[in-house]
């Protein structure tokens, strides 16, 4: 009896395992015949969207809807992608039956940087040159002052390599991650030795950041004088706020 119960259970697998691979067999020879796409980190912008995907496939020969599922290849539909300069990866390619979905991660716009010469370009949060665009709808950020770089194409923080642009980018970056000193800083100005200055709504101060070396440190303390201290001090009475140095922020009242 017990020899009988261990053979039916291995059938009972064996017949499992046939239906499952006979099932995955047929999905992969189905042909696709619905196509959604979904955009993340699209936020209020309209630079990026999904008819801009399906277009992009369609000119590409890529379009899903017609193939069969095993044809539909994941790397193949990102090549194709990347031709649009908001495009930053595929999050994921599932199917249900006949449909497929794709959604579609965009790069995230930073910083609105207006350079001393030219026209205005943005940097994502991955330290990309983006083109500015009136579709970019967030509310960014400003960079401007002593920025030489003008916008390039597929261009990176670390392949331009100017100082104050990748100082600036440092500090936007640690300052966008504080939702308090985030909304207080909404302007930020490179010297032309390459430290950062930052405006704030506020009492119009401005901080001098400096460099981005200890940033996290200068950031808590700052951030400790706007939720703190403002109970206890008036900041419209105060120009400049100066946080370069260690477990210290210097205050110049104004005149």
Avoid at 1 to 17: D, G
Avoid at 135 to 160: E, F, Q
Wanted: net charge positive; hydrophobic share 45%.
């Amino acid at each position: 009896m017990k020899k009988f119960k261990s053979i039916l259970i291995v059938c009972l697998v064996l017949a499992v395992l046939v239906i499952v691979v006979v099932s995955a067999v047929r999905i992969r020879k189905q042909t696709c015949e619905a196509f959604v796409v979904k955009i993340e980190n699209m936020g209020e912008n309209k630079v990026f969207s999904a008819a801009d995907v399906e277009n992009l496939l369609r000119a590409a020969g890529q379009y899903p809807v017609g193939k069969v599922q095993k044809s539909i290849k994941r790397e193949a539909l990102s090549n194709v992608l990347s031709a649009n300069v908001w495009f930053d990866h595929i999050t994921s390619l599932s199917r249900k039956g006949n449909e497929l979905l794709l959604v579609v991660s965009m790069k995230k716009p930073l910083v609105r940087v207006f350079p001393q010469h030219g026209a205005s370009f943005l940097l994502d949060t991955q330290g990309g040159l983006l083109p500015d665009s009136s579709g970019v709808l967030d509310r960014l950020p400003v960079l401007n002052g002593s920025i030489k770089t003008n916008y390039k194409k597929n261009a990176t923080i670390d392949s331009i390599k100017e100082k104050s642009l990748l100082n600036a980018y440092e500090i936007i970056s640690k300052v966008s991650e504080d939702e308090c000193l985030a909304a207080q800083f909404p302007q930020f100005v490179a010297r032309p030795n390459g430290e950062l200055d930052m405006y704030s709504v506020v009492g119009n101060q401005m901080v001098h950041v400096g460099w981005a070396d200890n940033i996290d440190e200068k950031l808590q303390n700052l951030h400790i004088i706007y939720a703190d201290a403002l109970a206890y001090m008036n900041m419209n009475d105060y120009s400049q706020l100066d946080i370069r140095y260690k477990n210290r922020i210097f205050a110049t009242k104004k005149e």
